[in-house]
């Protein structure tokens, strides 16, 4: 017996359609912020990917619903960027029209999969009304100074006519390219805008301790944030009033200085070289203009320098130093130099290894034939020997005060974060360049900046985005002076950086409540921080620092009121090919999610998706495990076909069913999907091992606990069981503890010491009543009939036996 699919989901997804089902309540006052991370409308539709996380944010979502809990489990389109761009520039037409129909068919496949998203609360990063917001917010970043231009040097894509972010650019061949579409990518130096999220650096860093995330992702954004504790120490120059200043971590090792390096780049580089070095030194510069920053830190290559020609000299022990410049030292790290010991550091002893420089050990090591990073004790050091490192730096930081040679500093990887995009589909800067140089705001009551609405977008060939082609929405006047639009655009990370509060602001789609009113910030006492965050590893570092960054300067501006969004992150694994490699179009092993809606049913992709394995894992695709949650279904269907349900309570299921409330629920709170359905098969195998009719409330409550997976299939059993209203709504089941202790046993019944039957009897019976239950079982009975009781023997809990002649 099968039900069928293709009838109950349609029929249930246009009843939660038409009753509101899951419109966001406000009755409660306890309260859950489920969220996905939103998908990029693309063309090619949802993935197999999507609906695994998105199915888990959804039975977490519907069990707090049941829970009594206010939810709030929105969905959106983080709708800007690149394909949509490029297709405007190929084909003529308007991206907006392109994302559109994008977006109405993932809406559309999202509804076929049943979540319990209120569509009420879409929002659209490329919609006027939103975008406002995120003009509102640069501008409030504008005027706390976290918002400049600069001239950076970019990543400049000639063939996408783009800046790209670094984490957009791969590398193929030594050479860079653009992740999308393989174009060559050069540096070049440019007028940016850009965020100083280095401001923020302490408190992004900070703020992870509170936050329950995964450990990895929190690992990942310190490492990113790359904060390092060391000493500026000045290098004086050789008979020349110049100083040159490195940053060290390891201050201690000044006794093993052999020589200094600059990064080419490096200001100082040219004034040094002497004038026998200055071809080579030229040389040198522009070969490093050819590689990318990976290349010149892979330990793996070997190092190249050049010799400046000049020297300074070790402010603690008067050495002469000769000063050296080399690529693996980045011109934007710290000071751009660094003091070589070769001795204890890798990459300085292959460097001095080739140009034979020096190597002083000091610290001692059984092994000089390499360098020797590890802990040990200084030698060759004066006043430092016999010291360990964290005592050394300590006396060699006093020392160099003392000197006044050196002071405390603390460095950041972390850069800031490059802002313009040379990109039509993009958010307009709400900004002004004035004829005088001033730049100004635009006034709040005039945002939207909105796109111009134009069948002309094409490359400006300048650099510049397609906006520059339009110069009647370029050139304006402003208060009588003569001003200039910002041609280029926001990148997609803006969008996303605020887009939970949106769904808070949302009241119908793209409709949005003033982020500064009284109600908006009720709301935002409401409901933040997000409970439950839920979306790919591949956004553990940039959306999340981003995201973070905004939330803090909203934070500081009174807008938010608490100091992180994302209380509790899962990253879940990816559904990869049956190969076990990722899927991709290009190998042609590709899942389509409609299909498998089409063939299993939604149901069946639901509950296969979290049964797969832990969320977190990356697991292969199996058509068998997917017939296999089919069958479970259908034999769930059956048992409620079949069975006969009572009011009465016999017992018998008492220990199953509150065994399995109580997992059901915890492994739920814990995102343990999996071990939750396993759990729920627990229960029917003993509904089916049952003879007599089953107690009804056991089949409700499982019903409620599974609508949380299966939902279409509840609630069509739900109603098939006599009930009104939607399963979603009811009550979540509690479980009683008490029937939680076994308190049955197994009784053997013996005639003359032989096994003659077993009966379920209540924990410590007495003898008596041991004994007459045994002589009422049927096969005793006839056993016993008309014959003489010699003895009768009880054994309390386990045994009893009847000697008859
Ligand atoms: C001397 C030294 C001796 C160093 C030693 C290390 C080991 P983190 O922790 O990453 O901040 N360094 C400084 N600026 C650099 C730059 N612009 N490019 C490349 N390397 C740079 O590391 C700081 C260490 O990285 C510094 O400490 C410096 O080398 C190097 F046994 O100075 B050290």
């Known amino acids: 017996m099968e039900f069928s699919h293709k009838k109950i989901e349609k029929k249930w997804q246009k009843y939660w359609d038409e009753n509101h089902t899951f419109k966001t309540t406000n009755n ?19 993935h197999v990917g999507h609906p695994k996380g998105y199915t888990a944010t959804d039975v977490f979502a519907r069990m707090r619903r049941m829970q009594q809990y206010d939810v709030l489990h929105p969905i959106g389109w983080d709708a ?24 109405d068919i993932f809406r559309a496949q999202l509804k076929t999969l049943g979540f319990s998203y209120d569509y009420e609360k879409e929002v659209n990063t490329s919609h006027p009304n939103y975008y406002k917001v995120t003009q509102w917010i640069f501008q409030q970043l504008y005027k706390k100074g976290l918002a400049e231009i600069r001239e950076a040097n970019v990543n400049w894509c000639e063939g996408l006519g783009t800046v790209l972010a670094n984490e957009e650019v791969i590398l193929e061949n030594g050479k860079m390219v653009s992740e999308v579409g393989g174009f060559e990518v050069i540096k070049k130096p440019m007028k940016q805008w850009v965020l100083k999220i280095t401001k ?14 995964p450990n990895s992702v929190k690992e990942l954004q310190k490492n990113w944030i790359g904060k390092s504790k060391g000493m500026l120490i000045d290098f004086k120059v050789e008979n020349k009033d110049d100083v040159i200043k490195v940053f060290t971590t390891r201050a201690d090792t000044i006794f093993g200085v052999s020589y200094i390096v600059l990064a080419p780049e490096n200001e100082n580089v040219l004034k040094l070289t002497t004038q026998d070095n200055l071809d080579n030194v030229k040389k040198y510069i522009e070969v490093t203009k050819t590689k990318t920053d990976i290349e010149r830190q892979d330990d793996s290559k ?51 290894s080739k140009y034979d420089l020096p190597i002083k050990f000091v610290i001692e090591t059984k092994d000089e034939s390499k360098a020797f990073v590890g802990e040990g004790i200084h030698i060759n050091s004066e006043f430092l020997d016999g010291l360990d490192r964290i005592q050394a730096i300590e006396a060699m930081g006093k020392k160099l005060k003392e000197l006044n040679a050196g002071e405390e500093r603390i460095n950041y990887k972390l850069r800031d974060w490059l802002f313009s995009r040379q990109r039509f589909y993009g958010e307009p800067f709400p900004v002004l360049f004035l004829e005088d140089g001033e730049i100004a705001l635009i006034d709040e009551k005039d945002l939207p900046l909105e796109l111009p609405k134009t069948d002309y977008i094409k490359p400006s060939g300048t650099g510049e985005s397609p906006l520059a082609n339009l110069t009647d929405w370029v050139n304006v006047e402003y208060n009588g002076k003569k001003a200039k639009r910002e041609t280029n655009t926001m990148p997609q990370w803006a969008g996303s950086c605020w887009y939970y509060l949106a769904y808070i602001l949302t009241v ?24 439950l965050y839920i979306g790919g590893q591949e956004h553990a570092v940039l959306h999340l620092m981003y995201a973070r960054f905004w939330h803090q300067v909203l934070f500081d501006l009174g807008v938010v009121p608490t100091p992180e969004p994302f209380q509790k992150l899962i990253n879940q694994g990816m559904i990869l090919a049956d190969t076990g490699e990722k899927m991709s179009k290009s190998k042609g092993n590709v899942i389509n999610p409609d299909e ?140 009683d503890e008490s029937k939680l202790v076994l308190n049955t046993v197994t009784i053997a019944v013996q005639i003359n010491g032989k096994l003659k039957a077993t009966f379920e009897a209540d924990k410590g019976l007495a003898k008596e009543e041991l004994i007459s239950k045994a002589k009422e079982i049927q096969n005793i009975a006839e056993n016993i009939q008309g014959k003489e009781i010699v003895k009768e023997i009880a054994v309390p809990d386990k045994i009893v036996n009847i000697v008859v002649k």
């Open 508 to 531: 119908s789609p793209n409709e949005l409540i003033d982020i500064e009113s009284q109600e908006a910030k009720e709301l935002f006492k409401k409901w933040l921080p997000v409970d």
């Open 596 to 735: 498998i809606v089409e063939s299993h049913g939604a149901d069946t992709l639901r509950l296969y998706e979290v049964f797969m394995g832990p969320l977190e894992a990356s697991l292969p695709w199996s058509f068998k495990g997917l017939d296999g949650a089919r069958k479970w279904l259908d034999r769930v269907y059956r048992m409620v076909e079949t069975i006969e349900l009572t009011d009465q309570n016999n017992g018998n299921l008492d220990f199953v069913y509150n065994d399995v409330v109580k997992k059901v629920t915890k492994m739920i709170e814990e995102c343990k999907f999996n071990t939750a359905i396993s759990q729920l098969m627990v229960f029917v195998n003993a509904v089916y091992k049952e003879t007599t009719p089953v107690y009804k409330e056991y089949i409700f409550n499982f019903t409620k606990m599974l609508s949380v997976f299966a939902p279409h299939l509840a609630e069509e059993l739900w109603e098939k069981m006599g009930n009104k209203n939607s399963v979603c709504l009811q009550e979540w089941p509690s479980y």
């Open 200 to 213: 923020y650096a302490d408190r992004l860093l900070d703020g992870l301790e509170g936050l329950d995330w």
């Open 28 to 46: 409660h006052d306890k309260k859950s912020f489920v969220l996905d991370m939103f998908p990029y409308p693309s063309g090619a539709g949802l």
């Open 80 to 103: 800007f960027g690149l394909p949509a761009e490029q297709y405007a520039l190929k084909t003529g037409n308007d991206p907006r029209e392109f994302t559109a129909k994008n977006i």
């Open 302 to 352: 070997e190092k190249t320098g050049v010799f400046t020609g000049s020297y300074v000299i070790n402010p603690v022990n008067g050495d002469k130093v000769p000063v050296w410049v080399a690529d693996y030292v980045l011109n934007d790290y710290a000071t751009g130099a660094v003091m070589a010991v070769p001795a204890h550091d890798e990459r300085d002893w292959k460097f001095a």
